[in-house]
């Protein structure tokens, strides 16, 4: 069993920052790869970003290309989306996921075996 605890959320006005972590504890060495979803009220939850632990492959969503920064910390087992330009659409609940096999698409939420509890980013105009 793998646990994923979120950290990092908070509200912050448009055009801020925000740093969230992921940090993996339990049995950790058949993951694949690590992502960060995000879904708000009334809306699927979505992928924001993913790193292929493996190869260290990086995909974004197009709406945070460019502005959001997914990396790994390998001797610490954690996973990090730096949030820079933030805009009220990000305001949203995210959560970090890990994945033992590529069956599925990385932005398919099928594909992941371990979820953690989420963090709240809000974003006000």
């Known amino acids: 069993q793998v646990q994923l605890v979120e950290s990092g959320g908070g509200s912050v006005q448009a055009g801020g920052s925000l740093r969230l972590s992921c940090a993996a504890s339990?049995?950790?060495?058949?993951?694949?790869?690590m992502a960060w979803f995000r879904q708000a009220p009334g809306e699927e939850r979505e992928g924001v970003a993913v790193?292929?632990?493996?190869?260290?492959?990086?995909y974004y969503a197009d709406a945070v290309k460019g502005r959001f920064t997914v990396s790994r910390d390998s001797a610490k087992n954690t996973v990090y989306l730096q949030m820079d330009s933030l805009k009220p659409e990000d305001t949203a609940m995210y959560y970090c996921?890990?994945?033992?096999?590529?069956?599925?698409?990385?932005?398919?939420?099928?594909?992941?075996?371990?979820w953690g509890q989420g963090t709240q980013v809000t974003v006000s105009s």
């Open positions: 996921a890990a994945a033992l096999s590529s069956r599925y698409a990385w932005s398919n939420p099928r594909r992941y075996d371990y």
């Open positions: 339990g049995y950790t060495g058949s993951s694949r790869s």
């Open positions: 790193i292929y632990i493996g190869s260290g492959g990086i």
